[in-house]
């Protein structure tokens, strides 16, 4: 009897232990759902190469990964194709799975669809949620954003981009209502668009991405601490405001960030972003920034608190200190600790060449800007730096009396549309994105120059510098949000041959950017194309002054009368520098004594046979030199044929006459390529080319 207990309690120990491993070593069970993008409709070898398969690999041998992915499904019930109805749902809910990953609605965008049962999308979602938590009540349920569609798309602006746009305002709100978590497959990819091969279906490397997305969703592993690559010894922090710092880390790891005496907390979310809000703080310095988790802790030293500008642009804002032709006498004094220089120069100009196989893989993942550092402003780190930004922040903290930090990011030759974001262009000027390198909107030369030097690859969406939305990408976003005052911009040469597509544009990229830093009013102080014989530059530099009329909180600086017949850079940059600090002194630090600009044209008044011209800031009008007459200014009649006329001052006005126009009805001024017109307020700041009919 004895020796049978003993027996029957071995067994049962034995059976435990058995139950105990069996427990141990069973697997989570992830089921991803979804559509032709789960399934892995396109890609070669789709068993090892959907993204289920990758996520596997990723999760490792504690996990089953289960891919009910099914080509062409729609959420909507009353869709054409609805996932409920075909065996993979049923094979879905069979799989009872731990955590049930969802990505649908792309499908949903189907003019058969949406403008149908659009109203019906939330309901359905929520039906499909709770139908996985019936078969398994503690289902963790992850819910995904959708991946982008191209302008590619066949039916993108007929309702297609549209419609994709609701779906994701109603997956949020679906997120919400059912206390799911909400895990993002759009912006990700949004920068990538050679991802979508066929404007719709992610490739090998997309689906890769969206693996790593869903990994992270699931593990919170974002990589530990991180801060935007802006966080180094020596950098600028935005004073005299509420300062935000933002950052990455494993989901729910607690944060803490301390300066200044100031300690805040945060929690990063289930997307590892995490933020704080700071006290503004006092200018000066040096500070200390400690950013911290239990396990790893981030400190930057010889911090300031000023001023921070981003400067950018094309090649005139590019060219550096050292070859300005007031260079050689500043460099030795540039020697300046309170002010402070991010330079990021480009990995490869564009020149006349063309790159090499590594260089263009690099260009497709956007590593086109070298990794930099903020440096203080000494002989050295000035020389190579923009020389119209230096004399910007050399202005700015001469009068203000506090640090200056100057971001540089401008690109020789880059067209406007490079860095504007791509959902603007998608929304507001879709036309430029397509066929990008046999575009008219592009200038000829951008179009070529960019050909020149991606000759080399077969990549038939081959990524370029110049190509719309792609400095944004590689030269903005890794900015993460980090906080400025304004911007300066020197840009438009490679947008001259078509003024009226550079003032769509313009305002777009204005738009974007102040969307991107969430502040309406950033400001945005410009320079005016210069000198140059180049026909079209006297009616583009009047475009650029009417623009600085119709959008609110930007300034322009004139330069006109610094230019070179022959040379697109011109190197007086002393005076152009100095002429954008006007406006920002003037505008944004409310220094009013300051005039911000030259004589604006503001009206004319046409009696007695001559054109009575009103300027704004137009105290002390004379010509630049005294003894000299004022020049340029032309008249037409009726008949729109201009005659050169003679300019006289009177007070705040310029009285224009010609025998040729004895009934004039438009007056210019300026209107030449390479101009010499002359007149100048008394503070010596030049006037604008105009025209008085546009």
């Known amino acids: 009897m004895k020796h049978r207990l003993v027996k029957t309690s071995l067994m049962l120990c034995l059976l435990l232990m058995c139950s105990i491993a069996a427990l141990a070593q069973k697997k989570i069970r992830v089921a991803c759902v979804g559509n032709s993008i789960t399934y892995g409709y396109t890609l070669p070898d789709r068993e090892v190469n959907a ?13 089953e990964v289960g891919n009910f992915g099914r080509s062409s499904a729609t959420l909507l019930q009353h869709g054409h194709f609805p996932y409920i109805q075909q065996k993979e749902y049923r094979d879905a809910l069979e799989f009872a799975g731990d955590i049930v990953v969802i990505h649908l609605g792309i499908n949903d965008t189907d003019p058969r669809n949406w403008p149908n049962y659009g109203d019906e999308f939330i309901s359905d979602y929520r039906a499909l949620i709770r139908s996985f938590r019936e078969v398994n009540p503690s289902v963790r349920i992850i819910i995904a954003r959708m991946t982008p569609l191209s302008d590619r798309h066949p039916r993108f602006e007929s309702g297609t981009r549209d419609w994709h746009d609701r779906i994701q305002e109603a997956i949020s709100i679906v997120a919400r209502a059912e206390g799911v978590q909400l895990i993002n497959f759009y912006e990700p990819l949004l920068p990538y668009p050679y991802i979508l091969h066929d404007a719709i279906h992610p490739n090998v490397e997309g689906a890769e991405m969206l693996a790593e997305i869903v990994y992270r969703g699931i593990t919170g592993d974002y990589g530990g601490l991180s801060m935007s690559p802006l966080y180094t010894d020596n950098m600028v922090l935005q004073h005299g405001r509420d300062l935000t710092i933002q950052g990455t880390a494993d989901a729910g790891q607690k944060v803490t960030v301390a300066i200044a005496g100031q300690k805040r907390r945060a929690v990063a979310d289930t997307d590892g972003r995490w933020q704080v809000a700071l006290r503004p703080l006092k200018a000066g310095g040096p500070y200390t920034l400690a950013v911290s988790t239990d396990r790893s802790k981030l400190t930057y030293r010889n911090v300031l608190a000023g001023e921070v500008w981003l400067c950018s642009g094309q090649s005139n804002m590019e060219f550096m200190l050292c070859q300005a032709a007031t260079g050689k006498q500043d460099i030795p004094q540039a020697e300046c600790p309170d002010i402070r220089l991010f330079d990021m120069k480009a990995r490869w100009r564009t020149n006349a060449v063309e790159w090499a196989e590594n260089t263009l893989d690099s260009l497709n993942h956007l590593q086109y800007f ?8 000494t002989p050295q780190t000035a ?3 923009s020389a119209v ?26 067209p406007t549309e490079a860095w504007v974001p791509r959902r603007t262009l998608e929304h507001e000027f879709p036309a430029i994105l397509r066929n990008w390198t046999s575009n008219d909107f592009i200038q000829p030369w951008v179009r070529e120059r960019a050909a020149q030097n991606v000759r080399r690859s077969g990549n038939r969406f081959q990524r370029h510098p110049y190509e719309p939305c792609y400095l944004f990408e590689s030269g903005i976003l890794p900015l993460q949000h980090f906080p400025i005052r304004g911007v300066i911009w020197y840009q438009g040469e490679s947008n001259a041959h078509n003024i009226e597509a550079h003032e769509r544009l313009f305002r777009l990229l204005v738009q ?8 309406d009013t950033l400001p945005f102080y410009y320079v005016q194309l210069s000198s140059l014989n180049r026909p079209s530059w006297p009616l583009f530099r009047d475009s650029q002054r009417r623009l600085q009329a119709s959008i609110p909180h930007t300034g322009m600086a004139v330069s006109s009368d610094v230019g070179n017949p022959g040379d697109v850079h011109p190197t007086h940059k002393l005076e152009v520098g100095q002429r954008l600090a006007r406006q920002a002194l003037h505008h944004t630090y409310d220094q009013k004594q300051i005039v911000p600009s030259g004589p604006m044209y503001r009206a004319v008044d046409f009696r007695n046979g001559a054109a009575y011209v009103q300027f704004d800031y137009a105290d002390g009008l004379r010509p630049a030199h005294d003894g000299d007459s004022i020049l340029t200014f032309e008249l037409a009649g009726e008949d729109h044929t201009f005659y050169p006329a003679r300019a006289e001052v009177q007070g705040h006005t310029v009285q224009v006459h010609s025998p040729q126009v004895p009934m004039p009805r438009i007056v210019r001024y300026g209107w030449q390529p390479y101009t010499r017109a002359n007149l100048v307020n008394s503070d010596g700041l030049p006037a604008s080319t105009f025209r008085s009919d546009y």
């Open 389 to 414: 930004a230096y004399y910007f922040g050399r202005m700015l903290q001469d009068s203000l009396h506090v640090p200056v930090g100057l971001i540089c990011n401008a690109v020789g030759g880059s």
């Open 51 to 63: 993204y289920p398969s990758k996520l596997q690999k990723m999760l490792g041998d504690g996990y």
């Open 370 to 377: 070298r990794p930099t550092t903020w440096t203080e402003c």
């Open 383 to 385: 020389s190579a730096f």
């Open 512 to 519: 974007g950017w102040r969307e991107y830093w969430d502040d």
